[in-house]
């Protein structure tokens, strides 16, 4: 792993360093139907160098960790980390995510170049039980009693500006779920 100064990170360059946002929305599940939790968050990238793989693919890497805590009462109720990868040779884009309930994710997706009306660059990834490239990975309890079966997530990404949404759907309680997160953040 290498992390000289002239490494180019591409489409994930413009995340990297600590974002805040209070306007986060989680719609989580429950057995009755859906609980409703406006939350806050740090968002912290972390540019950590590049890897190469069996000795041709090359990938850039940011490393990064989310805290989200409810409005109501500052308690954390959200733990994430993982990383953000780009091959520059094919614009892939992958993002690993783990989360402390026995789930991980390494989702896929190439880097258009598309932009939003106001500029900002698009970043999207998806995975899923059935999707051949990008999987999710869960615990026997998670797969019998809460199984993620889908993950997509769809960022915004500007100067100072990062926007997210992302849909887990889960099966759990007899019903699939749209479990569903999104923010605004600003560096
Ligand atoms: C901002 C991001 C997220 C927040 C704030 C959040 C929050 C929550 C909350 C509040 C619950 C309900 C827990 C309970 O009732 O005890 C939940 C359940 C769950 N979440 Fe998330 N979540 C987030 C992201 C994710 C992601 C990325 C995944 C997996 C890819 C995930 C997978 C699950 C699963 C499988 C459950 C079902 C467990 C259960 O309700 O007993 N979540 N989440």
Redesign the pocket.
């Known amino acids: 792993m290498s992390d000289s100064k002239e490494i180019v990170y591409g489409p994930l360059e413009g995340l990297i360093g600590e974002w805040h946002g209070d306007k986060?929305l989680?719609i989580?599940?429950?057995p009755e139907g859906a609980?409703s939790?406006p939350?806050y968050?740090t968002l912290t990238f972390t540019a950590i160098g590049d890897v190469t793989n069996a000795e041709f693919q090359v990938l850039t890497v940011l490393h990064y960790r989310?805290i989200?805590q409810h409005k109501s009462n500052d308690k954390v109720?959200?733990d994430?980390t993982g990383y953000w990868m780009w091959d520059a040779s094919t614009d892939v884009i992958m993002h690993s995510?783990t989360?402390p309930?026995g789930?991980s994710?390494l989702a896929g997706g190439v880097y258009t170049g598309e932009k939003e009306d106001d500029g900002r660059i698009v970043l999207e990834v998806v995975a899923g039980l059935n999707n051949k490239d990008w999987k999710?990975i869960?615990s026997p309890f998670?797969q019998d009693n809460?199984r993620?079966t889908d993950?997509c997530q769809h960022i915004s990404l500007g100067k100072d500006k990062l926007s997210y949404s992302?849909t887990?759907t889960?099966e759990?309680y007899g019903k699939v779920f749209e479990?569903t997160?999104q923010?605004e953040l600003i560096r």
């Open positions: 986060g989680d989580a599940p429950e609980e939790n939350y968050e989310q989200v109720f959200h994430q995510l989360i309930r789930v994710v999710i869960q998670m809460a993620t993950y992302q887990t889960i759990i479990h997160d923010n």
